[in-house]
């Protein structure tokens, strides 16, 4: 295991304008290339866009998605990754021959797909098949695994990626800045974001408060730091339907320390480099070794009814 240099990304997507979007990917999968980056991360649905699909029919989901490996995204995608030297991973809705829909994300190469994964955990539109299964692949030598936005909420999903052998885990979301019974949650102004040139400090406190970027403090960092692993956590920034989202995508070592971040109001990357030492070095590692699931393989396995609210919607 060489070390391997990751790009996270963020930029602001538009709704079901897949062209504009793949666009987007490409110039900003050039630009990690340049930057020397071997692999680039965007956000959830990030090929389509995200929250517009709350409005749309199972008819409307059906014409969006796309079959994986063979619908035109994957092979842009792969076409863009050929073109950059790049791997890219990227988000996108997915149908199947039975028409069941999905929310789907992928890991692709210049030779085309390299991994699927099924979001375990979607809510933004009631047509959509939840995922069954976990997703480990390798990646220049590393293990990785991906889980979805909600997906992270559930920590048991993030452990059990990790025990299957991920050293790296993607974690693409479309989130923050909206309303939660935690304190200080909340939508943003959009208005903010068209003003942000005249007055970035207003559009930043919002961005960095509690709406935004001290909200995702509280947890992301635990689950790099708890698991011993990378964490590459890719999120929109601009508006996204009619919701003002914040960015701040940006990667953290087994230590939980953010170890690159995206900060400009608008399109950016930011790229890291991660070093095998830190998996072993790391005290989520050491904990690891340390577990007795003898005492709570029974409890943690019990029966139980998924009941998933997201307060927003």
């Known amino acids: 295991m060489l070390p391997l240099k990751i790009a996270t990304a963020q930029f602001e997507h538009r709704s079901g304008d897949k062209t504009y979007n793949l666009q987007i ?58 073109e950059t030297g790049i791997t890219i991973l990227a988000g996108l809705f997915e149908k199947d021959v039975s028409g069941g829909l999905y929310k789907a994300y992928v890991c692709v190469d210049k030779n085309g797909l390299v991994a699927k994964y099924r979001k375990l955990h979607p809510f933004i539109n009631p047509h959509l098949t939840p995922g069954d299964q976990y997703v480990v692949f390798d990646l220049f030598g590393w293990k990785c695994g991906i889980l979805i936005c909600y997906d992270n909420n559930i920590v048991e999903n993030v452990r059990a990626t990790t025990l299957l052998g991920a050293d790296i885990i993607f974690m693409p979301h479309v989130t923050m800045c909206t309303p939660s019974t935690r304190p200080g949650a909340g939508f943003v102004d ?124």
């Open 25 to 82: 990917i490409r110039q900003l999968a050039l630009q990690a290339a340049q930057a020397g980056a071997q692999v680039i991360a965007f956000h959830e649905c990030s090929v389509t866009g995200y929250t517009f699909a709350r409005h749309l029919s199972k008819e409307q989901m059906l014409e969006l998605a796309e079959f994986i490996p063979d619908g035109p995204s994957i092979q842009a995608l792969t076409t863009i990754a050929a």
């Open 190 to 313: 959009p208005q903010l974001w068209y003003n942000r040139v005249a007055d970035p400090t207003s559009l930043r406190l919002e961005f960095e408060g509690m709406k935004g970027r001290s909200w995702l403090m509280k947890w992301l960092p635990a689950r790099a730091y708890d698991n011993g692993i990378y964490v590459v956590f890719s999120n929109p920034i601009g508006m996204d339907d009619d919701q003002l989202k914040n960015g701040c995508s940006m990667i953290l070592d087994p230590f939980g320390d953010v170890i690159a971040e995206c900060r400009a109001l608008d399109n950016d990357i930011s790229i890291a480099t991660c070093t095998v030492e830190k998996l072993q070095q790391s005290g989520g590692y050491r904990y690891r070794q340390a577990r007795r699931p003898e005492l709570y393989a029974a409890i943690i396995g019990q029966a139980h009814t998924a009941e998933q609210k997201v307060v927003w919607m």
